[in-house]
Each structure stands twice: as structure tokens, then as C-alpha cells.
């Protein structure tokens, strides 16, 4: 919850001080309008509460190298222009112990089913949510798609993170949200066949049909006060710092994969650094060992880290991101990858409206070299 940012470190706050002077100038307005972070459109029926939310990203695409591709991560097939986003659904609070969310997601075929969920919240210190939502694993993975400060998450994240399934999830916290941890079975994953477009997401209405359940857990420490939402330090306060730590089990029926992931945010006068690893192995769920035809196991890795700082009050921003991939570690070839993205986003009303300019370059370690850099200009609208 966006309110809830009360606890400080007095110390860094002298250093913050000392950082918006010379970003913003004797006249610089550092401080930030805290009511500009909320949802935009919300409803109270007295029983019951009621936000709007919506999300609409368009992406344009002045240049990009002719090997680039959406499949393999890239922002286009083609210079253009291409709705990356177009979500629109409700949230909201029923009896004060009751949340729920109900979203759509524009995809090529109509609209897809996207967060379907309600939590029961009645108890103290743990709650049960029921239906599909994202997975409680990755950091990157779990932020809004509209609350990061680069256009689109790290590529490594949306590679091995699964993001959004049917299940249950049982979570808590305890400190007044200095600890939290979720844990929950849900419909299996399925993998796409490119390395690059990971986890595929709804089977929502279709129910499990090929796999059988992944089990998910994660726990994260916030020991200096709520991060708060999003990636950029729009607060300005003084130091906070998140470590979390992710694990999977996906009991598939033909491919058993386990995956971990250990994530670190931290915020200081309006600079954030985050960094994640992600690590998973799959291999044959049955064990014909020596048919030759039956692929091996695989394991798969990727490094992220990212750095940003607010230029100018809450309104420019500088962000750089470094990626290295390995779809398959025991393999030199051009699933190995470093990716660099470096950008600076203009914010109108924080992440309601923004714009984002970067420019990535990604280098084959091995193998075929690749012209799939990219230039992308993102527009951002959100409820
Ligand atoms: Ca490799
Ligand atoms: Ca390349």
C-alpha cells in the first residue's frame, strides 16, 4: 500500500538533502506530491470500495536491427508503431476484510482473462487469495508492468519468471509488513518454445489440462521500512532496502523443473538500485535414461541489475539496466547473452503518464552475432 511509508532512517535523509540540492537547484521542488501515486478513479459504496484500473503502453520503434524480434524479446518485428499494453478491470475492498481484482488484457485473438482473484483478509497477519494472479516468485516479475522506470521488464525475467496462474496462495506478514512471505500451489507452468517469451500465462478458463501443480514460495525482509510501490524513488526519503528470496517446484508431466531466484531493491533519495538472480534446471520427469530421443536436462540462468536517479524533482529520470543470460549452462552458443538498456523517462504524473526513450543493445557472447540492438519510444497511461 502506498501510504503506508512512515518508517525512516534519519542518517541517508541529511545525504537526500545534500542530492536534491544539487539535482534540483536552490528552487527545486524535491519533495513529493504523495497523492498523485493512488489510483485515479475510486468509488465507495460504504460496503464496499471500488478502484478503476486500466493500463495503455504504445511503443514506437524508429529504428531497430533487421535481426530483432518480438519472440526473441525485442520490442518489434519491424520499425513501427505497436500497443504493447491495453489492460482494463476493477479493484477493490468489500466489508473491509474482503479484496478482490477483475482485469482484461487486449491479445491479438480479443481480450484475455488477467488478474481474477479475491483474498480474504480477516484475520491478522495472513490472508488466503483464491483464483489467478501473479505467482509469488520474482521481484521484476510481481512489480506492475507500468511501475518500472524501463519501459518493459528485464528480458531475463520475462524468460524464467512464470507470472500468472490459477491457484491458492496463503500469505502473511509479520513486523507490520518488515517480513512477508507467501506461499501456493497452482495450475503447472507451460514454457514457451523461445527461451525469450518464458512462461506462457492464462489457462485461466481452460483449467489445468497438460500439467499437474507448481508449488511456490517467497519470502522477502524490508528491515527499514516499506519500499514502497514501483521502481523509481519518487519519496525521496531517506534509505530503505528490500532482499527477497523465490523458489518453484513444478511437478510437470513430462518436464519436473525447480527454480530459486534472491532479489535486492534499494531507494535513497531518489536513486534505485535492483538486482536479481534467477536460476532454474528442468529435466525429464520420467527417466527412460538411455533413450536418446528424451531431451536432457537443461539448467538456465540470468543476472539482472538496475540503477536510476531522479534528475529533476519527480519529473526526469535516468535509468540503465544490465542483463547476462544463459538458457542453457552447460551450452556456449548464442543463448548466452549480455544486455545492456539505458534510457531516461519523462513523468508527467509519476506512472500515470510518462514517456520512456532507451536505447538496448544485446551481444551473442557465442555463436551467430545478432543485429537486434533497438530504439523505442514508450507512451504510458495509467488509472
Ligand atoms: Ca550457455
Ligand atoms: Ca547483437
Keep these: 500500500m502506498s501510504t503506508m511509508r512512515r518508517l525512516n532512517s534519519t542518517i541517508p535523509l541529511a545525504l537526500c538533502a545534500a542530492l536534491a540540492f544539487t539535482s534540483t537547484g536552490p528552487a527545486g521542488v524535491a519533495h513529493a506530491d504523495e497523492s498523485d501515486d493512488g489510483d485515479l478513479v475510486v468509488l465507495d459504496g460504504g460496503f464496499a470500495q471500488l478502484s478503476l484500473i486500466g493500463l495503455l503502453q504504445t511503443q514506437f ?15 518489434a518485428d519491424a520499425p513501427g508503431a505497436r500497443v504493447r ?19 482484461l488484457d487486449a491479445t491479438s485473438e ?29 521481484r ?13 521488464r528485464p528480458l531475463g525475467v520475462r524468460a524464467m519468471a512464470p507470472f500468472r496462474q490459477v491457484g491458492l496462495t496463503i500469505e502473511g506478514d509479520v513486523g507490520n509488513g518488515i517480513v512477508r512471505w507467501a ?51 519518487f519519496s525521496r526519503k531517506g534509505l530503505r532496502l528490500g532482499v527477497g528470496g523465490g523458489f518453484y517446484y513444478d511437478d510437470g508431466k513430462t518436464v519436473e523443473t525447480l527454480g530459486w531466484e534472491v532479489d535486492l531493491l534499494l531507494k535513497v533519495c531518489g536513486f534505485h538500485f535492483a ?3 534467477l536460476n532454474d534446471s528442468a529435466e525429464p520427469a520420467d527417466q527412460p535414461s538411455t533413450d536418446p530421443v528424451v531431451p536432457g536436462s537443461v539448467s538456465r540462468m540470468a543476472l539482472v541489475a538496475e540503477a536510476g536517479y531522479l534528475l529533476i524533482g519527480e519529473q526526469l529520470g535516468l ?17 548466452d547473452q549480455i544486455v545492456v538498456t539505458g534510457g531516461v523517462q519523462y513523468y508527467l504524473h509519476r506512472q500515470h503518464l510518462k514517456a520512456q526513450l532507451e536505447f538496448s543493445h544485446r551481444e ?11 530504439l523505442m519510444l514508450q507512451v504510458q497511461f495509467e488509472l
Excluded: C
Design 275 to 277: 538486482a536479481e538472480l
Design 319 to 335: 535509468t540503465a539496466r544490465f542483463e547476462l543470460l544463459d538458457d542453457n549452462t552447460d551450452l556456449d552458443n548464442g543463448g
Design 61 to 75: 520503434v524508429p529504428w531497430q536491427g533487421d535481426d530483432a524480434l518480438i519472440v526473441s524479446g525485442d520490442p
Design 183 to 233: 506461499l501456493g500451489a497452482y495450475n503447472g507452468f507451460s514454457r514457451s518454445q523461445s527461451f525469450n517469451q518464458g512462461y506462457r500465462e492464462t489457462t485461466a478458463l481452460e483449467g489445468n489440462r497438460f500439467t499437474r501443480l507448481a508449488y511456490v514460495a517467497r519470502a522477502e525482509l524490508a528491515p527499514l521500512g516499506p519500499l514502497g510501490d514501483g521502481m523509481p524513488d
Design 110 to 138: 480479443g481480450m484475455d482473462l488477467l488478474d481474477a482473484w479475491v483474498g480474504y483478509r480477516g484475520l491478522t497477519g495472513i490472508g488466503f487469495v483464491i483464483g489467478a494472479r501473479k505467482v509469488p516468485y520474482s
Design 85 to 103: 499494453r491495453a489492460r482494463f478491470g476493477v479493484k477493490g475492498w468489500a466489508w473491509g476484510e474482503v479484496d478482490w481484482e477483475l482485469s
Design 140 to 152: 521484476f516479475a510481481m512489480m506492475g508492468a507500468g511501475d518500472g522506470a524501463l519501459a518493459d
Design 364 to 374: 551473442e557472447l557465442h555463436g551467430l552475432s545478432l543485429d537486434n540492438d533497438s
